[in-house]
Nanobody, 125 residues
Framework: QVQLVESGGGLVQPGGSLGLSCAAS????????MGWYRQAPGKQRELVAS???????NYSDSVKGRFTISRDNAKNTVSLQMNSLKPEDTAVYYC???????????????????WGQGTQVTVSS
């Protein structure tokens, strides 16, 4: 089966840096846009950054200039480099694929709005 597996979360001091990675496993054929979302306690899940298969990026205003999203289409991975972290960046970060296709036997199968399990990022002194 297909999985999106995040890694790289943890505890970091304000002003520090942290990198997140997400790898899609399984018989992946293609992935359209990929993104990182986050959800803080008591708040709705929000888009942090997204990247198309062609490399076009989009960032929320709150992270522009501090975070950088990138992807490796050959390895089906997406990464998020987070710099100048603030306490308000504390959240569970989720990897998302808006449309993913994979082979289930000989059948090409599509998954939409597919999520990873999330990884905790805590920014605190």
């Amino acid at each position: 089966q297909v999985q999106l597996v995040e890694s790289g979360g943890g505890l970091v001091q304000p002003g520090g840096s942290l990198g997140l990675s997400c790898a899609a496993s399984g018989s992946i054929f293609s992935i359209n846009a990929m993104g990182w979302y986050r959800q803080a306690p008591g708040k709705q899940r929000e888009l942090v950054a997204s990247i198309t298969s062609g490399g076009s990026t989009n960032y929320s205003d709150s992270v522009k200039g501090r975070f950088t999203i990138s992807r490796d289409n050959a390895k089906n991975t997406v990464s998020l480099q987070m710099n100048s972290l603030k306490p308000e960046d504390t959240a569970v970060y989720y990897c998302n694929a808006d449309r993913l296709s994979y082979y289930s036997g000989s059948f090409l199968t599509y998954l939409y709005n597919y999520w990873g399990q999330g990884t905790q990022v805590t920014v605190s002194s």
